[in-house]
């Protein structure tokens, strides 16, 4: 017997003063936490269901209401219970960009989507003392605290433990791969290599999983946005190529470049630092997806072995995909793509 669900079924039906409600689940996700759409007298709502042994809600509830407070379209809390670890919310629909992603609305939801994203790192200047400080030039110290204050860092050593995930689950454990010393070697380089990238981008506040499975159409206010208690304080090109080289959705380079590069100027209209010098720019972009994809098949693999979740497997090759295709066009990333070769990993885009 599901224990977890009959406390959320006994919750919601107090808290909504209900006899009776429909419970279904509303999506599946790569954590412990689970989703459940609730109607009663004709309204439709959000039941999460999260361990507070594994996850925390706290964090979710903080973002949402400092994220909602930008203007961004995600959900409100309307009930929460963080004993048991039960949240009420209001729901965005069931319209996933995933699954209305095509050549006839992708102009449309990818511009809806990046003008959210600028609105939510314009966000880390709204705020007095970090605006302040960044108005007047001065030292990024005052700024730093600022966003210490509420979100992580994303540091040096987060970025490595990411990427290790590569290496331990999707090498070794998936693939059965030992490694040679002088392999290793080369994933050592090829991190600090991609470590420095990301940490001499300006810091931003970063959603960290800005991609076509967390964000929903909806009627006004495109996107609804959700899945966005991880975030960090981090590198201004990370939630943009997580948009736009999605591991679940794939597009020219060409195009994505386009984009890329409309998003940056936009970015500094609106008073984002992104970045005055468009092919550095167009770099780091590139060098911070090779790094999240590298942490994403690491991932994927560890939802397979260690939380009997097989179903992210098959994106791997598209994952690993762009790894390869990037790395292949910058010189300083040869050795990485030389080493996947000699791997043999899946790839395909």
Not at 128 to 140: F, L, T
Not at 238 to 267: F, H, M, N, T
Not at 291 to 299: E, P, T, V, W
């Amino acid at each position: 017997m599901d224990n977890r669900f009959k406390a959320l079924e006994d919750w919601l039906r107090r808290v909504l003063d209900v006899t009776d409600c429909a419970i279904r689940p509303a999506s599946a996700d790569a954590s412990f936490r689970r989703y459940f759409r609730v109607t009663t007298d004709g309204r439709t709502y959000i039941a999460v269901d999260a361990p507070p042994a594994k996850e925390d809600l706290g964090r979710f509830i903080k973002v949402a209401d400092r994220f909602g407070r930008l203007g961004l379209n995600v959900p409100q809390i309307l009930e929460q219970d963080l004993k048991q670890g039960f949240l009420l919310i209001t729901d965005l629909g069931e319209r996933l960009y995933l699954r209305h992603l095509n050549e006839t609305t992708v102009e449309r939801l990818y511009g809806d989507a990046m003008g959210a994203l600028i609105v939510l790192q314009a966000g880390i200047f709204a705020d007095d003392e970090a605006g302040k400080a960044h108005e007047e030039g001065k030292s990024s110290a005052a700024a730093d605290r600022n966003k210490a204050a509420w979100l992580p860092d994303y540091d040096e050593g987060l970025l490595r433990r990411e990427m290790e995930l590569f290496r331990e689950w999707y090498l070794g454990r998936h693939l059965g791969l030992t490694l040679t010393a002088s392999q290793h070697a080369v994933l050592d380089k090829m991190y600090e290599l991609l470590i420095h990238s990301a940490l001499e981008q300006p810091k931003v506040w970063v959603h960290r999983d800005y991609h076509s499975r967390n964000l929903m159409v909806t009627d006004a206010n495109n996107p609804g946005i959700l899945d966005f208690q991880d975030a960090v304080c981090g590198p201004v090109t990370y939630d943009l190529v997580s948009l736009l080289r999605d591991c679940y959705i794939a597009w020219p380079r060409d195009r994505v470049e386009g984009w890329a590069k409309g998003y940056r100027r936009l970015a500094l209209q609106s008073g984002v630092p992104v970045c005055e010098d468009e092919a550095l720019f167009l770099k780091w972009f590139d060098l911070m997806g090779v790094q999240r994809h590298l942490k994403a098949s690491g991932i994927f693999a560890r939802l397979n072995h260690r939380d009997g979740k097989p179903g992210y497997l098959k994106d791997i090759p598209r994952t690993l995909g762009y790894v390869l295709e990037t790395s292949a066009r910058h010189e300083e990333l040869k050795p990485l793509h030389a080493l996947l070769r000699e791997l043999k990993v899946p790839a395909a885009v």
